[in-house]
T-cell receptor, first 116, second 116 residues
Framework: AQTVTQSQPEMSVQEAETVTLSCTYD???????LFWYKQPPSRQMILVIR??????QNATENRFSVNFQKAAKSFSLKISDSQLGDTAMYFC?????????????FGAGTRLAVHP | ETGVTQTPRHLVMGMTNKKSLKCEQH?????MYWYKQSAKKPLELMFV???????ENNSVPSRFSPECPNSSHLFLHLHTLQPEDSALYLC???????????????FGPGTRLTVT
């Protein structure tokens, strides 16, 4: 079975500093995608960043970047220059293509608190 | 706003009640999803509709009944629920195409359901 594991239930960071959230996954897919989603206290989940497994270059989106280690099946999220608005639950996910459509497998999430 | 709306945002119901959750997407997507989000657990995929056809029914009890009358609307009909069904129910949509990787899923704000 495909699994996604986030080993840090909670993290905290001071404003303007850098924090890294961990994620490991297990998949039997040859071509797959990995995602980080953010769920702020308002609850609407939004995509932060996406990585295609066949691309060796790590994805970046402004202050967000990933460290994708395919052999180790590791996909960590680095947030640079943390801002108060980064306070949220962060979910790591991988896709599974089955039955002609894609579905996402989510980890349990990491609650990040950014302190002033 | 992600283009996916859900109503109601909060719902309290007794175990003998019948209620429905509604989801609407304004993005022209062809796939819609229901997830259950319980505290400290990964998001659980419940149902997937692709091109208005149900393609996934993830061992969900029959007291949950989905309906997708068209590509923009998704309902979750609830009856004789149990207290353990109390959770945040999230709807999502995406545009799935042939041969490509998974597109981003856009989530609604969720319905906080409490079963008394």
């Amino acid at each position: 079975a495909q699994t996604v594991t986030q080993s840090q239930p909670e993290m905290s960071v001071q404003e303007a500093e850098t924090v890294t959230l961990s994620c490991t996954y297990d998949t039997s897919e040859n071509n797959y995608y990995l995602f980080w989603y953010k769920q702020p206290p308002s609850r609407q989940m939004i995509l932060v960043i996406r990585q295609e497994a066949y691309k060796q270059q790590n994805a970046t989106e402004n202050r967000f970047s990933v460290n994708f280690q395919k052999a180790a099946k590791s996909f960590s999220l680095k947030i640079s220059d943390s801002q108060l608005g980064d306070t949220a639950m962060y979910f790591c996910a991988s896709n599974m293509f089955s039955g002609g459509y894609n579905k996402l497998i989510f980890g349990a999430g990491t609650r990040l608190a950014v302190h002033p | 706003e992600t283009g996916v709306t859900q109503t109601p945002r909060h719902l309290v119901m007794g175990m003998t009640n019948k209620k429905s959750l509604k989801c609407e997407q304004h993005l022209g997507h062809n796939a819609m999803y229901w997830y259950k989000q319980s505290a400290k657990k990964p998001l659980e995929l419940m149902f997937v509709y692709s091109l208005e056809e149900r393609v996934e029914n993830n061992s969900v009890p029959s007291r949950f009944s989905p309906e997708c009358p068209n590509s923009s609307h998704l309902f979750l009909h609830l009856h004789t629920l149990q207290p353990e069904d109390s959770a945040l129910y999230l709807c999502a949509s995406s545009q799935e195409g042939p041969g490509g990787g998974p597109d981003e899923q856009y989530f609604g704000p969720g319905t906080r359901l409490t079963v008394t």
